[in-house]
């Protein structure tokens, strides 16, 4: 074997190396900064519906309460409040999704799911834990949620959740009196969930890597 056909054989080997590094390397960046892309995008969302609830409690609420003792307005409901606004926004985005999942919920749309309950259920066992962040495939593609724990820490609520007999009659006649009641002060309920396709920032990290690599191949 010739000097040359050798370094030439050390250079391929040295570029191939170089080549596997390279792509490992840069392939586990791009695919981090999609998830951090996905993360920051739900956590917007997150903050978005903490402030719908906050809004709804402090502005709209007030001016409504003198006919609440009649008619009962969902719209005072804060995960109620927030929930709608979501529901609009998944008319142009609908793989996005607001819920506040709950075990025990007044209204059967928030009623938690398996993998939702399985969330609430983790943050009821430690008090400690204020958010879980996952991913999960579904038949959309693959999603990252954030999720907070809803917690009963005003005991106001419970004059509508702790007994059929304390409620108002005008709720009773929308939601019934079989749910969403028995809560306590302090019990941990449910949990706000937002997922976020992460299809999209995956994507875009695929086509990055590949112009990167083709860029590097084409200079050697």
Not at 58 to 86: C, G, M, N, S
Not at 153 to 182: E, Q, R, W
Not at 186 to 202: D, F, H, K, R
């Amino acid at each position: 074997m010739g000097l040359r056909l050798k370094f030439n054989l050390v250079l391929l080997l040295v570029f191939g190396a170089g080549m596997a590094v390279s792509a490992y390397v840069s392939h586990r960046l791009l695919d981090e900064n999609a998830k951090q892309e996905t993360l920051r995008s739900a956590g917007l969302m997150m903050e978005s519906a903490l402030s719908m609830r906050s809004y709804t409690v402090a502005q709209v609420k007030p001016l409504l309460t003198a006919q609440l003792a009649t008619t009962f307005l969902p719209q005072t409901v804060p995960a109620y409040a927030a929930t709608e606004v979501f529901n609009k926004l998944r008319s142009k985005y609908p793989d996005f999704s607001y819920k506040e999942a709950t075990l025990n919920p007044t209204n059967p749309r928030d009623r938690a799911v398996d993998w939702e309950s399985d969330i609430v259920q983790k943050f009821r066992g430690d008090e400690k834990v204020t958010e879980l962040v996952g991913e999960r495939d579904t038949p959309t593609g693959r999603m990252l949620y954030i999720a907070r724990p809803i917690t009963i820490t005003d005991p106001a609520c419970l004059a509508c959740h702790s007994v059929p007999a304390a409620a108002p009659a005008s709720m009773l006649k929308i939601y019934g009196d079989s749910n969403g009641f028995g809560w306590k002060h302090m019990e941990t309920i449910g949990a706000q969930v937002v997922s976020v396709p992460m299809s999209l920032p995956l994507a875009n990290a695929q086509r990055t890597f590949a112009t990167f690599m083709i860029s590097l191949g084409s200079v050697f």
